[in-house]
């Protein structure tokens, strides 16, 4: 491999797409110097709370969520907490529709794992007592896992939907009865946990990975209406005793039920505001940086040229075309990389057209969709025409596939990305709605 | 590399073509940049969207390759043969066993919009996605290859459906249209759909008549539906320039009469003269009027009108290369045409979603339409579309290289022709076959046919035919190296496209003649006429043509020892071949622009 591919190799692999820690050389503050940050917001609640509090958290698809739950734990932590951050892909299989009853086992278990995993002595991990729980309870199980012990049963209800439906039944009738076993058992582990750390540490409890519940086409539907369900009736049960809790969950929750308050992550914004066509300062500088982080002086100069100023002209050109989502920035990017000759990784305008065209393939739309895109560019807002379900699902699927971005000043307000914009005014000129 | 390509042995096509593909590069590329250190990888995920499973077939054989040759690594292939396998391979993608020497797990399931167990198949796909979504992070940071889905177009839909978390963290899209050689065939049989209206069989006459009806008020409606069908007349007979001239006439008056008849009469001449601009390769004054004519149809209740709109205003998408618009177009044309019960209709929907597939390399999803059409045909007893389906589909067996089953279908297309005496499809038929026996180097069958095909179009008046005719043979006659022949040939062929008015036709002409002339020294005259071909690209915005015309023109000005212009005129060349992703021309070009430098 010549040095220069080795190098293309190195800012190539660099430029992936995953969440990253705070302390990484890669993690950029995006949102800490501005005025809106959703996790200053979600810690200030946290630490006015004192005690226990409950908090929704979302993005859509590609905002960097993940990353910014890893930045709550770590200023969390540097304030004293006790942070568990556990991730639903790892309890639930997120494919099947959930209840009250399993969300809540499965809270307490992960909770319960992250706490020995911490090194807190718990007198019985969550597993444990609930598979006596259930055996207290009489409950007939055909399967053999629950013979087996705690560990099996825990792997046995994310691989195995049987189980799950059985227990679902037999706890239907006993919600009340289960939550107070799961409350119980809660808290005698913060009180444990007090205990050990001593100077009143506090738990913060992170769930993350909620909002990927979603199915296939033959439950979507019974998934989104069971998650509703349970947010809409049972949100005092998912407030854990004596924890902080917070948990990503869907990004329609809010608009399905309304006064729920859900803090959310915007796109970057690249314009100053709604209404302004300037560019914002700060917006261009955090994507800037992004790209930086990955890629040194040397790298830049190798595929951009010399700088004019602090500015690579052809690298703002991707900047411009991502719509401020970090991930979109980041497959930009690494498209251009690609385009990058082994020999020769200068690039130029040509190359960085292509680069563009490669990513823009992946944002085509219909018709139908096209003259709501439209509108969403010419009002920069997503009212949904109807307040039926399949209005919201369209909407979701919209921002969930960077089709429409979310963006937050004072108040919320959206536009088309970038790069479906010309295609959306071709499909409207020429075939206008009569 | 103006001639027109010959046929060579598919599976060794399929390789150069795939390797020259742009996107197929970008895969090749990230495996270049990642395979060789799987210690820091977190693993990927990689879409192929490939039009049909010989194509993905081709794809996976040709990435085992370059796996196996430049990284050492192999492809783990994930069962798929059931919309079941296709779902348990999804499940159970994290107990997937990774060798050391594993570089990608493969998944594919590529299933054609018109596969009838395609319903079934769409659901697997989506359950499959939704299992993968379900366990993204997980699957991108425990397995430390690739994840490559291998699906039909349709599967980006269902994973932004179904799997929006697993979208967003797509790595790579590369979309595969087509792996065999663009070749120029006969032209498909004319699918232009039009409104109830009956050619001129002698436009010239029908002329006449109407010039007597010329001035005289009230007229005015016979003397468009004169000149409507006269123009019609020469349309069929592809003599643009007359057609073009009858039917703006015809349109000008209908205009001035529109409100007589609802605007009917000026809606079919609207239609003759889009069609006729289409000839032309005026195709935005023809989506102009087609859209007019849309309008005026929605608005006098004219569902077939409004039909046959949609299936021409796609037929123009499709020139523009904007193949889900047409697609969309002509599956709206096929819901009116069932709605109204109009069978043909919905035969001429089928044939050209068919020819749209066909363009974008969906091979097998076309032939399939193709058969849901001759179906039709037999159902209705309609040899002309039997003749019609037959000649497009010998068309993609020749695309696929299945030379022997083409022609067993040119045969039947050629008994069915005769027994309609169906003179074009016939000649059409026969040129096909010609074409042929030229790529299985039997030459002078070939030349024996096409002579045989140049009386036919001589006697019929069908100067397009004729023009095609000699422009093929004159092809073989240089494979011959009869190159003072082929010039002649060339030369006939030149002067019909000028009196058609067919640009593209010209283009190629100028092209081949400069080649001719080259070879035979005659350096000036070969430059002249590569010149024009430039020309003719450029006016027909062929960017493609206009720098292959640039990369001969290099050539030839160093064959002429004028090594700075050809410098010039081959860095042009590159430079347009990079821009537009052609990297095999660009390579050619600047293997022959390093020549020149070293020397």
């Known amino acids: ?434 | 590399m103006s001639v027109r390509g010959q046929l060579e042995h598919p599976a060794w096509t399929e390789h150069r073509v795939l390797l020259a593909n742009p996107d197929w590069r970008r895969l090749l590329r990230h495996f270049e940049l990642t395979g060789q250190r799987r210690s820091d990888s977190t693993g990927a995920l990689i879409i192929v969207l490939a039009p049909d499973a010989h194509i993905a077939e081709r794809c996976r054989v040709e990435l085992e390759g370059h796996l196996s040759s430049k990284l050492q690594q192999s492809l783990f292939v994930a069962g798929a043969a059931t919309p079941k396998q296709l779902v348990a391979a999804a499940s159970g993608i994290l107990r997937t066993p990774i060798g050391d020497r594993t570089g990608a797990i493969w998944i594919e399931a590529v299933i054609g919009s018109w596969d009838p167990e395609v319903d079934r198949w769409r659901s697997a796909w989506a359950d499959s996605c939704a299992k993968l979504n379900g366990v993204r992070d997980t699957m991108l940071s425990t397995i430390p290859v690739p994840v490559i889905l291998v699906g039909a177009p349709w599967l980006v839909e269902t994973l932004r459906l179904h799997a929006p978390d697993l979208w967003s963290v797509r790595t790579l899209v590369v979309r595969i249209e087509r792996v065999g050689p663009p070749i120029k065939l006969e032209p498909e049989a004319n699918r232009v759909a039009t409104a109830v209206l009956h050619p001129a069989r002698d436009p010239g006459f029908t002329l006449s008549e109407a010039a007597l009806l010329r001035g005289k008020p009230g007229r005015e409606r016979i003397l468009v539906e004169l000149l409507t069908r006269a123009g019609a007349g020469y349309r069929v007979r592809a003599d643009w320039n007359k057609a073009n001239a009858v039917l703006e006439e015809a349109v000008a008056v209908a205009r001035a009469i529109r409100g007589e008849d609802g605007g009917r009469t000026l809606a079919i001449a609207i239609n003759e003269l889009a069609s006729v601009k289409f000839g032309l390769g005026e195709m935005a004054e023809a989506m102009s009027l087609l859209k007019e004519q849309e309008r005026l149809a929605i608005e006098s209740g004219d569902r077939q009108g409004e039909q046959v709109s949609y299936g021409n205003q796609a037929l123009i998408l499709r020139s523009w290369g904007q193949f889900e618009e047409a697609m969309a177009l002509l599956g709206k044309a096929q819901r009116i045409a069932d709605e109204i019960g109009d069978a043909e209709g919905l035969q001429v929907a089928y044939g050209n979603q068919a020819l749209v597939l066909q363009d974008q390399g969906r091979l097998d999803e076309a032939m399939a339409l193709h058969k849901k059409e001759e179906a039709l045909a037999s159902k209705l007893g309609d040899r002309s579309g039997l003749i019609r389906t037959n000649a497009n589909q010998s068309a993609i067996l020749i695309r696929q290289g299945r030379l022997e089953e083409a022609m067993a279908l040119l045969g039947k297309q050629e008994a069915l022709a005769h027994e309609l005496g169906d003179r074009a499809a016939l000649l059409s038929a026969m040129g096909n076959r010609g074409l042929i026996f030229r790529a299985m180097g039997r030459l002078s069958e070939a030349m024996e046919i096409f002579q045989r095909q140049e009386s036919g179009y001589l006697d019929s008046g069908d100067r397009a035919g004729l023009m095609r005719s000699y422009s093929n043979q004159a092809l073989i006659l240089r494979d011959q190296g009869k190159l003072d022949e082929a010039l002649e040939l060339h030369k006939q062929e030149e002067s019909i496209c000028e009196e058609l008015g067919d640009i593209a036709g010209l283009a190629a002409c100028y092209g081949n003649q400069a080649a001719v002339l080259q070879s035979l020294g005659q350096f000036p005259e070969a430059m002249a006429l590569f010149q024009k071909q430039q020309a003719a690209a450029r006016k027909l915005g062929d960017t493609a043509d206009v720098a292959r015309s640039l990369a001969n023109q290099g050539a030839l000005l160093a064959a002429m020892g004028k090594p700075s212009e050809a410098r010039d005129r081959l860095a042009e060349a590159v430079r347009i071949f990079a821009e537009i992703g052609m990297p095999v021309e660009q390579k050619e070009a600047e293997t022959w622009l390093s020549k020149l430098t070293t020397h």
């Not at chain 1, 239907?172 to 444990?192: C, M, P, S, T, Y």
């Not at chain 1, 992550?265 to 300037?278: E, F, N, T």
């Not at chain 1, 992946?362 to 025409?385: C, S």
């Open chain 1, 1 to 434: 491999m010549s040095p220069s591919e080795q190098r293309l190799a190195e800012i190539y692999r660099a430029l992936r797409f995953v969440p990253v820690e705070p302390e990484s050389a890669y993690y950029v503050r995006i949102w800490e110097d501005l005025p809106y940050d959703p996790v200053s917001r979600l810690r200030r609640i946290i630490v006015n709370s004192e005690v226990q509090s409950l908090q929704f958290f979302s993005g859509f698809a590609g905002s960097g969520k993940s990353t910014q739950l890893r930045r709550l734990k770590k200023e969390l932590e540097s304030d004293g907490y006790l942070v568990i951050h556990a991730d639903a892909e790892g309890y639930l299989n997120l494919g099947e529709p959930i209840d009250i009853t399993d969300l809540l086992y499965t809270l307490a278990g992960a909770l319960s794992d992250g706490l020995e995993d911490s090194h807190i002595a718990l007198k019985e991990g969550y597993w444990a007592r609930f598979s006596n729980f259930l055996r207290d309870t009489k409950v007939e199980f055909n399967e053999a896992s629950l013979q087996a012990g705690p560990v099996a049963l825990k792997a046995e209800l994310r691989a195995n939907p049987t189980l799950r439906q059985q227990i679902q039944q037999h706890l239907a009738g006993r919600v009340r009865e289960l939550i107070n076993q799961v409350h119980g058992f809660v808290d005698e582990a913060a009180k444990r946990a007090l205990d050990e750390r001593g100077g009143g540490t506090r738990i913060v409890f992170l769930f993350d990975s909620l909002e990927k519940l979603r199915g296939s086409p033959s439950n979507e539907q019974e998934i989104m209406d069971r998650l509703e369900r349970l947010f809409r009736s049972h949100r005092d049960a998912l407030q854990l005793p004596s924890i902080h809790c917070v948990y990503s969950v869907p990004a329609w929750l809010p608009y399905v039920i309304s006064g729920a308050q859900v803090v959310m992550i915007p796109a970057i914004k690249l314009r100053a505001s709604r209404d302004s066509d300037l560019a914002s300062e700060q917006g261009w500088r955090k994507l800037r940086e992004i790209v930086e982080r990955r890629m040194e002086p040397d790298g830049r100069r190798l595929l951009f040229g010399n700088p004019e100023g602090d500015v690579y002209p052809l690298a703002d050109k991707l900047i411009e075309v991502s719509g401020g989502a970090p991930r979109d920035l980041l497959r930009l990017f690494q498209e251009a990389v690609l385009m990058a000759d082994p020999q020769d990784p200068a690039l130029d305008e040509a190359k960085i057209a292509r680069a563009i065209a490669a990513v823009a393939n992946d944002f085509k739309t219909n018709i139908e969709d096209a003259h709501w895109l439209h509108q969403v560019a010419t009002h920069k807002a997503a009212d949904l025409p109807t307040a039926s379900k399949g209005d919201l699902s369209r909407l979701m699927r919209l921002l969930d596939n960077h089709f429409i971005l979310f963006f937050r000043n004072d108040g919320d307000w959206y536009d088309i990305h970038p790069l479906i914009r010309d295609e959306v005014n071709r499909i409207v000129s020429l075939y206008p709605r009569p």
